[in-house]
Each structure stands twice: as structure tokens, then as C-alpha cells.
């Protein structure tokens, strides 16, 4: 790697003011004013990968003065502008718990797909577990450190010296999962120019194995 951007920025320099993409989808002041909440799609026009969320209505509020809350968006959309990411109306929810309820059914929709997708708490449509979905675990772990990911690497290759039976196999999807997650995080590097804020941190402040907080 060389010449990385290798300094934190804040959400707000990130995201900004009066930002648009040709692919925005604003719905009509008369539909956030009949409707308490809304469920939308965040699409990374470059790469593919997609985010869903729900937010409360608000006629007074530009469209894309929220544009969701997940870190791993946030990482993206540094790197790669957020000019370049899109925003759609996915559907109205009446109350908070039908809110939440939409969200999870186009979350787990997505999951479906050969797209890759930010969201990481909705603990009703993600499944970490790389047995699965390889995909997906593989796109969430790129964004730890790099060293955080080699040293994983080398523990399943530790444990895979002695096992046996179906836990050489189990073994050998998880180094599979999290060889993937560095070649991901490799092309974001490529595209981006910039580190991940873990790789950011392993390099300021180097990198602990007995810290599992990454």
C-alpha cells in the first residue's frame, strides 16, 4: 500500500450538505406528512452493496440529510463519496414496530441476493455465522484490521493442524469466509486509496491479539 488517507474524518464532513445522485428516489411531502415512518434503500452506485433502513418522517428534512446510521456504510461512503450512493423509498410503515418489522423483511430480501450488504444489527435478517452465508460474513469481517484478519487466519490454521472429522471441514469454510474478507478490503483499498478505521487504529496504535474489541 502506499499513500493511503490515513486520518479519521466525521460524519458530517462525510456526508455533508445538498449532496444528490441521479438515482434518488424522494417521496412527496404529502407522503411523509401521511406517514410516521418509511423504510429506504442506501445503494452504493459503484460497487453494488446496499443498505436498508427506517427513519421517522419528516417533511422539513432534505432527503438526504439522513443517510442511515451503520458503520460500515459510513466506512464506504468516505471512501468512495458519498455522491456516489443513492437513496430510494422502499415502502411507509405506520407505526415504529411495523417499521422495524419492513426493515427486516428487505434486509433478509437482500440477504438473498449476489449483492453485498451493510447492515450488521438487525438481528432478525443477519446471520454472521460464515456457514450461512459466506458472502456475507466474509463482507462484514473485511472491515476489521488487517492484522485482526491474518491473525484469525493463522489461529484456524493452529486448530486445523489437529482437528478431525467435520471439523476439518467446518475449519476450512471459516479460513475460506475470512481469506475472502481480506480480498474484499483489498479492493476497497484499491478503489478507495483509503484505510478502514481499523487499519487506520492497527497502525497508529499497532495490534494486540488478546484484544478481541475490533
Not at 447492515?119 to 459466506?134: G, I
Not at 460474513?137 to 484456524?156: C, D, E, T, V, W
Amino acid at each position: 500500500m502506499s499513500n493511503p488517507t490515513s486520518t479519521f474524518v466525521d460524519r458530517k464532513t462525510v456526508y455533508g450538505d445538498n449532496t444528490t445522485n441521479a438515482n434518488d428516489n424522494a417521496p412527496t411531502v404529502a407522503g411523509l406528512t401521511r406517514h410516521p415512518f418509511y423504510i429506504y434503500l442506501i445503494t452504493n452506485e459503484v460497487t453494488g452493496s446496499i443498505y436498508v433502513g427506517q427513519h421517522r418522517s419528516n417533511s422539513e428534512e432534505d432527503w438526504r440529510h439522513y443517510m442511515g446510521s451503520g458503520s460500515y456504510l459510513f466506512t464506504e461512503a468516505r471512501g468512495y463519496g458519498v455522491h456516489n450512493f443513492s437513496k430510494k423509498l422502499l415502502a411507509w410503515a405506520d407505526d415504529g414496530l411495523e417499521a422495524k418489522f419492513l426493515e427486516g423483511r428487505f434486509i433478509a430480501k437482500a440477504l438473498l441476493k449476489s449483492v453485498y450488504c451493510y447492515n450488521s444489527n438487525n438481528s432478525e435478517s443477519v446471520n454472521r455465522d460464515p456457514r450461512h452465508n459466506t458472502r456475507h460474513f466474509a463482507f462484514k469481517a473485511s472491515f476489521r484490521g488487517r492484522q485482526r484478519i491474518l491473525h484469525n487466519i493463522a489461529l484456524i490454521d493452529k486448530h486445523a493442524a489437529t482437528a478431525r472429522g467435520n471439523e476439518v471441514h467446518e475449519l476450512a469454510k471459516l479460513k475460506t469466509a475470512w481469506n475472502m474478507a481480506l480480498r474484499i478490503k483489498q479492493e476497497r483499498f484499491e478503489a478507495t486509496r483509503q484505510l478502514d478505521p481499523k487499519d487506520w487504529a492497527e497502525n497508529k496504535w499497532g495490534f494486540d491479539p488478546n484484544e478481541s474489541r475490533d
